[in-house]
């Protein structure tokens, strides 16, 4: 437990901020001074490559912190900015740093935190591994299914937060790329699709080729052979 004098008490009431869509949070090479806890909203993560042009690495939704590098980094590794409107808590790091060093809870939350932040960008590497347009973007639609259900929220339907331009060049696609992997979804049958709208109708068959499996409209994948916590998240 802390004591009274420990942290002073302005100091932990943590800042909320709302960002509209498109504004900047940080930028790759800001000191970093804080974690953010995204309480509604979407943001994107995003880094220079070899052209100058920002490449989008990650995306955090509500519940994800944001920044968690900044736990052994001095500086912002990469550009933050709102994917739509987003509310956000700030979370000072010295104050996060001084209630760590005194509650071992605190430290096993920013453990978590980072571990988890490493996790999102392992995720988004290895959609990015696979040649296949329809199999990076049926991976991409898979993990955001999987985001809503671990947010105990449906995800048979839903409108995505980010743009088709977002979303290729996140995958390193083209936009038309993006459109037409959607396009060969929808005529498989697995999903439909409308703007950002989408509706999954064959979840077993989305994995499928998320996991770079041939189109085949023969093939179903046997329900016993899915991952017991594919079937259940389903």
């Known amino acids: 437990m802390l004591g009274r004098n420990d942290i002073p008490a302005d ?8 960002l509209v869509k498109g504004q900047l949070l940080f930028e790759e090479g800001d000191r970093a001074t804080s974690l953010y806890m995204v309480r509604s909203g979407a943001m994107s993560a995003s880094r220079a490559n070899v052209y100058g042009a ?30 739509q409107r987003t509310a956000l808590c700030e979370l000072p790091l010295d104050v996060l740093h001084r209630l760590s ?21 392992r995720e ?15 991976s991409f639609l898979a993990w955001y299914a999987g985001a809503l259900i671990e947010r105990r929220v449906s995800a048979a339907r ?16 083209a936009v038309e790329s993006v ?31 998320a996991c770079s499996m041939q189109f085949r409209r023969a093939a179903r994948v046997p329900a016993q052979r899915l991952p017991p916590d594919v079937i259940a998240a389903y």
Do not use: Y
């Not at 005194?102 to 490493?118: D, T």
């Not at 937060?161 to 060049?169: F, G, L, Y």
């Open 11 to 18: 100091e932990l009431r943590f800042r909320s901020s709302t």
């Open 54 to 83: 920002q490449q989008i690495l990650s995306f955090s939704l509500r519940g994800d912190l944001v920044g968690a590098c900044s736990l052994h980094e001095p500086r912002h590794q990469v550009t933050v900015r709102a994917v």
């Open 101 to 121: 060093s005194i509650n071992g809870g605190v430290a096993r939350f920013l453990r978590k935190a980072l571990g988890k932040e490493l996790k999102r960008n």
């Open 124 to 138: 988004a590497r290895l959609q990015l591994a696979v040649p296949r347009a329809d199999s990076r973007v049926a």
């Open 158 to 173: 839903f409108r995505l937060p980010m743009s088709r331009v977002e979303i290729a060049n996140h995958l390193g696609l």
């Open 179 to 209: 459109s037409r992997a959607l396009a060969e979804l929808r005529a498989e049958g697995i999903l439909e699709a409308s703007g950002r709208e989408i509706e999954i109708l064959d979840s077993c068959r989305l994995w499928e080729v």
